[in-house]
């Protein structure tokens, strides 16, 4: 990750620039995804009685506050971080079976082929986290949201800090970070933009935080885009 400070503020542009090698490691932290499960849950959803796909699980970050909200989780992840997720690659693995839903924050360069995926093996919908910067792109455009746009782009209102094998409370961040939601049933073929509002600070709980950092080894680790 390289970090730049701007001049006029104190927050930390983080450019999530990974090497193609890498995994992305950049976990979520569990308040943002309380938020798209509330929302889920505004808009009737009726998410207690589903079953939701994790399939980037890594340390769990996303697992356990979907599991506050959905009925059962499943995770994986293509890389055992040691938290018990099964090793899967989602991407080149043909066997997921049909889940209600899938949510996730999705390794940046395979984000546009985890949506794929994930709107495949889902049969309510999909929710993915990414960088605003996602929605731009000519080949993107062309080959996803041209044919698939999301129903909806959630964008935050306060800033959602990540970091790299971590997830820490005082992340400041310049990075904007949106959900991306697909519901299967929307066929107005339109995005509708809607904000998150401000809930980081009721949504958060201490015990979110791990006291440790990650090992070196783990945040490091990376050489398994090679196989794509
Ligand atoms: C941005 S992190 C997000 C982790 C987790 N979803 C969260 O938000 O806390 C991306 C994760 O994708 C995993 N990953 C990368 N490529 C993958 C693949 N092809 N199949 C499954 N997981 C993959 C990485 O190991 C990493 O844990």
């Known amino acids: 990750m390289k970090e730049v400070k701007t001049n006029r503020s104190n927050a930390v542009v983080q450019k999530r620039v990974e090497p193609k090698i890498s995994l992305d490691d950049f976990p979520t932290p569990p308040w943002a995804t309380r938020s798209v499960c509330e929302w889920l849950e505004q808009k009737g959803i009726d998410i207690a009685n589903m079953k939701v796909r994790e399939p980037a699980a890594n340390r769990g970050h996303m697992v356990k506050p979907l599991s506050e909200y959905f009925r059962e989780v499943e995770g994986s992840d293509?890389?055992?971080?040691?938290?018990?997720?099964?090793?899967?690659?989602?991407?080149?693995?043909?066997?997921?079976?049909?889940?209600?839903?899938?949510?996730?924050?999705?390794?940046?360069?395979?984000?546009?082929?985890?949506?794929?995926?994930?709107?495949?093996?889902?049969?309510?919908?999909?929710?993915?986290?990414?960088?605003?910067?996602?929605?731009?792109?000519?080949?993107?455009?062309?080959?996803?949201?041209?044919?698939?746009?999301?129903?909806?782009?959630?964008?935050?209102?306060?800033?959602?800090?990540?970091?790299?094998?971590?997830?820490?409370?005082?992340?400041?961040?310049?990075?904007?970070?949106?959900?991306?939601?697909?519901?299967?049933?929307?066929?107005?073929?339109?995005c509708k933009i809607n904000w998150i509002e401000p809930c980081r600070e009721r949504l958060e709980r201490d015990d979110d935080y791990p006291p440790e950092t990650v090992s070196p080894e783990i945040s490091n680790y990376g050489n398994l885009f090679e196989e794509l």
């Open 78 to 190: 293509i890389h055992d971080y040691g938290y018990g997720f099964p090793v899967r690659n989602f991407v080149t693995e043909e066997d997921f079976s049909e889940v209600d839903f899938t949510i996730t924050n999705p390794p940046f360069i395979l984000a546009k082929d985890f949506v794929e995926k994930a709107l495949r093996t889902s049969k309510i919908g999909v929710a993915v986290i990414v960088r605003l910067a996602f929605i731009e792109g000519k080949d993107r455009y062309n080959n996803l949201f041209k044919e698939k746009p999301p129903s909806y782009l959630l964008q935050y209102v306060e800033r959602v800090g990540m970091c790299k094998g971590t997830i820490k409370k005082d992340v400041s961040t310049a990075t904007a970070y949106c959900w991306l939601v697909w519901l299967k049933d929307d066929d107005s073929g339109e």
